[in-house]
Each structure stands twice: as structure tokens, then as C-alpha cells.
């Protein structure tokens, strides 16, 4: 085959690769690598080291550390039955995490191990107040659907709501532990303007959000 005519279609697919990136910076569906379900530092070590961090880079994080954080925080580890790594109140499952990263905002998408596109801008300023929101590279969002939350009273609700994020964020903590990255989960958020930003529905409440990413020099 002529020579040419291969160095031209190469260029030709490069040009068309980068348009098609620039055109659509967000993809509509992000397909996690399997996540790593043995490994790690001893949970104890884990535990110990366990903190939060303010100081993140802007580095970005590899496909397999997406993976796995997801994974952790609530993934499927029993998919006979569907059940999470994370547990929650009569098993509603109701908490949604959502992913606020350069590329826009996802949602994540357990029965898939997937992220589906929610929004391809960035949003990651009206995570939180604090000013190393708008740099790191991943910015959990955990809502809770009121509607499926158990629980009596409204103070019941969000009872259940905010143990079973809890469970979901320590799991994002340990296994930050174990890869030494930083994280920090967080209350200080201007929650109107967040869901706006999200369009969330009326029944959908914003609890925390938690910060990831390498640790900042």
C-alpha cells in the first residue's frame, strides 16, 4: 500500500479524533474498568491512616482509581442479589452519586459500573465554598430520593439519609487511605444553587460532598 496514503488517513483519523474531542468534551457514558475487589493496604493500616485533606492537585485521576473509588463507595459486591458495598436502611439504596469532574457532571450508574452524563460543563465551583473545590480533579455529590428513604417522620428521613452517606463516604476515605490520596468530605455548599445546577427534582435532597484527588504540594 502506498505510503502516502497511509500517512494521509493517519492524519486525517488524528484530526478527526481531536474535532470530535473538542466538539464533545463530555462523553454521554463513561465505561468504568473493572474495579480491583482484593488488594490494598491491611484495613487496620487503612484506618490509622485515615484523615481528611485540604491540599489537592489538579492532576487528573487514572481510569482504574475512578474505578475503584466508585466501586467502594457503593458498587455492587453481591450481584446475585444486587446489594451494595455500602449498607442503607431497608436497603433503598436511595443515596445517587454524582460525579462533578473538568468534563462536566455525571451520575453514577452501579447496575453498569458506569457514569452517564448529566451535564457537559463544569461545575465543580458549586460543589462547595471552600476555594480547592474548583481545581481537584473529582468532586462527589451524594443526593438522597426522599421518596424512597425509610423512616416515618421527615426527621426520620434524614436521619436515614445522612447515616447511609455516611457509610458511602468513610468506604471513600478508606480507600483513599490505602492508595495515599486525599480526600475531605464536606457540609459547606450552597445547596440551592448546586441543584439548580444539577437540575434536580423537588423529592431530591443534596446531603454532602467529597473531594478527591493526589495530594497537593
Known sequence: ???????????F???????RDAAFPGEKEIKLVGPDRTGGIPLMEAINKRKSSRSFSDKQLPDKVLSNIFWAAFGIN?????KRTAPSAMDKQEIDIYAAMES??????????????????????????????????????????????????????????GADTGFIGENVYLYCASEGLAVVIRAYIDKDALGKAM????????????????PGK
Open 1 to 11: 500500500m502506498n505510503k502516502n496514503f497511509i500517512f494521509y488517513v493517519f492524519v
Open 13 to 19: 483519523t488524528l484530526v478527526f479524533s481531536l474535532s
Open 78 to 82: 453481591r450481584t446475585d442479589s444486587g
Open 104 to 161: 462536566g457532571l455525571y451520575k453514577y450508574n452501579a447496575a453498569k459500573h458506569s457514569l452517564e452524563l448529566i451535564a457537559a460543563k463544569d461545575i465543580r465551583l458549586l460543589t462547595g465554598r471552600q476555594g480547592f473545590v474548583k481545581n481537584a480533579p473529582l468532586n462527589l455529590i451524594y443526593v438522597a430520593d426522599m421518596s424512597k428513604v425509610s423512616g416515618g417522620t421527615p426527621e426520620e428521613k434524614f436521619l436515614y439519609a
Open 199 to 214: 437540575n434536580l427534582k423537588s423529592n431530591h435532597m443534596i446531603i454532602l460532598s467529597q473531594t478527591v484527588g493526589f
